[in-house]
Nanobody, 129 residues
Framework: VQLVESGGGLVQPGESLTLSCEVS????????IGWFRQVPGKEREGVSC????????YYLDTVKGRFTISRDKAKNMVYLQMNSLKPEDTGVYYC???????????????????????WGQGTQVTVSS
């Protein structure tokens, strides 16, 4: 499985950006998929994910109401629509998939020592005036 992100860039505060993640190879429906981000000097944080089973998407508290995650299985694509961007949204955004994460017992978060199954190469998002 390969995950390839695109859509990052430089935007001003308040503007919007949509990230795309192309999924190649066979990713079972049992996998959760979503986005992490990382700022230099800080731990990676789980931004949003879609659970493997029918259920509500997860959003980091600081992006709720501004970001929307979606998936087009026919096109093997996952998207992150980001509105009302803030400077603190700046970072490298990674598309990630895992067989157990994005669930009630295994939340979408950075856990030292736990290796998520698949990562993309990342795309830079910079929010600055």
């Amino acid at each position: 499985v390969q995950l390839v992100e695109s859509g990052g860039g430089l935007v001003q505060p308040g503007e919007s950006l949509t990230l795309s993640c192309e999924v190649s190879g066979f990713l079972p429906d049992s996998y959760g998929i979503g986005w992490f981000r990382q700022v230099p000097g800080k731990e990676r944080e789980g931004v949003s994910c879609l659970p493997s089973r029918n259920g509500s998407p997860y959003y980091l508290d600081t992006v709720k109401g501004r970001f929307t995650i979606s998936r087009d299985k026919a096109k093997n694509m996952v998207y992150l629509q980001m509105n009302s961007l803030k400077p603190e949204d700046t970072g490298v955004y990674y598309c990630v998939a895992d067989s157990i994460r994005c669930s009630y017992y295994y939340p979408w978060e950075w856990v030292p020592g736990f290796e998520y199954d698949y990562w993309g190469q990342g795309t830079q998002v910079t929010v600055s005036s």
